[in-house]
């Protein structure tokens, strides 16, 4: 092993209790997209304590710090997410969420700490960097259009020649790590649909226009999106995770509202996903003799990593702790906005395995049972930390 590795492990090791104590500090008081004012100033003053400039940055949440290392070179960012999900948790962990309908269900808090490890390890090697280290804590990546256009527009990413973030993964036992080349998650489209019909009395229909009928009927003929309209060999999922409706059981409602997403793999099939929205909606809608309103908010593009960057994290991570401890993972239809940083600079994220199912570690993302093992903490830092110090000290295979 490349004896900085080895250093970076030991200073991982060094910084891990920390870590679990900053860890369930933030587990226990989650935040919400655009709303984490409090985890903002807990990783300011940590961030400020390990002696890193913080980077003026016009928005309410969210924090931009550098490390400037002793001598000139490129600029690599390392992003973290911040932000908690409206679930309300169910686990007996001591430090689990104090409020309810807030919680990390989805390791955010797990990606703040390591970045935070990452932090105080590489500015204790400043001397060591040819170049700078910038650290992006990027509020709202749960919740559509997102915090990484801003963070962007606010200047995240200038000058960056290559940036790396993380996912914890509880389909990935601990200590492994997960990479794919390329296309990995979904382009997210949302949709709002108001459906508007006539309200009346239950037993005269006929003298009303049935919302909720007409809902029920637009929520069925958007299952033929993925089965007819788009070329079966590109995957895509078309959800409606919430409706919404009617007042009482005798009365027919004028109004119900859907809440839907649609994602795809592919570019082309992305495009075409919200006009067929539109268009079952406003051609049921007009069979029923309804009218709808329809709001598609566009939400993250196609998340592709870059295979030099992948290379970065392989070559660190088989030296550190095996080659047998990597694994491509499968893409998937979740959407993450880190992949509008990846279409302005080369980067990957790496899913960081956090599954022990003798602790429970083994539900899936944003359930209210979400548990990790925490050891992973350890590998995703030496890793972001190498990478890192790799990229900035030009070591290559
Ligand atoms: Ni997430």
């Keep these: 092993m490349l004896q900085e590795h080895s250093d970076i492990i030991k200073a991982s ?15 226990r008081y989650p935040e919400l997209s655009w709303a984490e004012h409090e985890t903002t100033k807990f990783l300011r003053e940590r961030v400020k304590s390990f002696g890193l400039k913080i980077l003026p940055l016009k928005m309410d949440t969210g924090l931009l710090a550098e490390i400037k290392g002793n001598r000139s070179g ?4 390392v992003r973290t997410d911040i932000d908690a999900l409206p679930v309300t948790e169910q686990t007996s962990l001591r430090f689990r969420s104090k409020t309810e309908g807030r919680m990390h269900a989805c390791g955010h808090d797990m990606h703040m700490a390591t970045v935070l490890g990452v932090a105080a390890i590489l500015s204790e090697r400043r001397s060591e960097l040819n ?12 919740h559509p259009p997102g915090g ?30 997960g990479l794919r080349d390329g ?22 229909p006929q003298e009303a226009v049935d919302a909720i009928v007409t809902a029920c009927d637009i929520v069925q003929t958007l299952q033929t ?5 788009i070329d079966p060999v590109a995957p895509v999922a078309v959800t409606v995770g919430r409706i919404e409706g009617g007042t009482a059981r005798n009365v027919i409602t004028d109004k119900v509202i859907i809440n839907g997403t649609a994602r795809a793999l592919s570019e082309d099939a992305s495009r075409q996903l919200p006009r067929i929205v539109k268009r079952i909606a406003r051609s049921v809608a007009k069979a029923h003799g309804a009218r709808v309103d329809i709001n598609i908010i566009p939400g993250y593009p196609v998340f592709k990593n870059h295979p030099e960057a992948n290379k970065v994290l392989t070559r660190c991570y088989a030296d550190m702790f095996g080659r047998n401890k990597i694994v491509t993972t499968p893409p998937v239809l979740g959407g993450e ?3 509008r940083y ?11 395995g956090c599954r022990n199912t003798k602790i429970g570690a083994d539900k899936p993302w944003h359930s209210s049972g979400f548990i990790v093992d925490e050891n992973c903490l350890l590998h995703g830092t030496a890793l972001l930390c190498a990478a890192v110090h790799d990229c900035l000290n030009g070591a290559s295979d």
């Design 337 to 339: 906005d880190f992949a």
């Design 183 to 204: 296309v990995t998650m979904a382009a997210v489209t949302d949709f709002d649909i108001v459906v508007k019909g006539v309200s009346g009395h239950a037993a005269r």
């Design 225 to 229: 999106v993925a089965s007819r309209e």
């Design 342 to 352: 990846l279409q302005l600079v080369p980067g990957a994220m790496f899913r960081l």
């Design 148 to 177: 990484a256009a801003p963070m962007i527009a606010n200047g995240a990413v200038e000058g960056v020649s290559m940036i790396f973030a993380l996912h914890v993964d509880p389909a990935l036992p601990v200590g492994k790590i």
């Design 13 to 27: 090791r060094r910084w891990y209790k920390k870590q679990v104590v900053w860890r369930r500090h933030l587990h």
């Design 74 to 77: 490129p600029v690599v960012a």
């Design 131 to 142: 170049g700078t280290v910038r650290f992006i804590f990027q509020p709202a990546e749960e």
